[in-house]
């Protein structure tokens, strides 16, 4: 597709099942980013995929929380054990190549999921 | 700790009038800045950035200033008009990482 997919676009589950968030980036696109927007919170970085580079996972806030991108091209956010808390969009990202080379970053238009 | 701030979290303008929206960060480092859009239900959007080798960079209606000195970045959209109306946020990046701001929403009243 033409721009950054994700899904599903809204989930709604009960607390402590686990969960699955899909993104597919833009063909070609070798940066990959997942990022959480909270009620009335600002984006808070969880993970950046660049190529076949080790994953920058210093944004993810509990081990309940991976992230794979397979054959460098769709990723899947996983958040086990889900909490409350939890709840948020969550919105995927990239780019042509990584930040450091100041290219822009496109979103998808998010996995909104509500945790019961 | 945040590494960008918006400290207004929201804004209001009347139609055709300058909308100025401000961003602080923190990190000297930081060597490229976004402003990203966003509608409700939608993901963000791309506005327009600028390279700290920059001080402006202007496209159509919108301009971004920055000021490394003070580490402040602003959008200037002039004039403004009620499609303006969204949450924007900026960003700054160095190494692997884009920071992000909580976000100021405009409301542009026509």
């Known amino acids: 597709g033409a721009g950054v997919s994700q899904s599903p676009s809204n989930k709604v589950t009960e607390k402590g099942k686990d969960v699955e968030l899909r993104c597919d980036p833009i063909?070609?696109?070798?940066?990959l980013y997942w990022y959480r927007q909270s009620l009335g919170q600002g984006l808070e970085f969880l993970i950046y995929?660049?190529?076949?580079?080790?994953?920058?996972k210093s944004g993810l806030p509990s081990d309940r929380f991976s992230a794979e991108r397979t054959g460098g091209s769709v990723s899947t956010l996983t958040i086990q054990r889900t909490q409350q808390e939890d709840s948020a969009v969550y919105l995927c990202?990239?780019?042509?190549?990584?930040?450091?080379?100041?290219?822009?970053?496109?979103f998808g238009e998010g996995s909104w999921l509500t945790v019961v | 700790d945040q590494q960008v701030k918006q400290n207004s979290p929201s804004l209001s303008v009347q139609e055709g009038r300058i909308s100025i929206l401000n961003c602080d960060y923190t990190?000297?480092?930081?060597?490229?800045f976004l402003w990203y859009k966003k509608y409700p239900a939608e993901g963000p959007t791309f506005l327009i950035s600028?390279?700290?080798?920059?001080d402006k960079n202007e496209d159509g209606r919108f301009t971004v200033f920055l000021n490394k000195s003070a580490k402040h970045l602003s959008l200037h959209i002039v004039p403004s008009q009620p499609g303006d109306s969204a949450v924007y946020f900026c960003?700054?990046?160095?190494?692997?990482?884009?920071?992000f701001g909580t976000g100021t929403s405009l409301t542009v009243i026509p």
């Open positions: 990202a990239s780019s042509l190549l990584g930040h450091s080379s100041g290219n822009t970053i496109y």
């Open positions: 063909s070609g696109h070798t940066a």
């Open positions: 995929f660049q190529g076949n580079s080790a994953p920058d």
């Open positions: 990190n000297s480092m930081f060597d490229y």
């Open positions: 600028i390279s700290s080798i920059k």
């Open positions: 960003a700054a990046g160095g190494g692997n990482q884009f920071y």
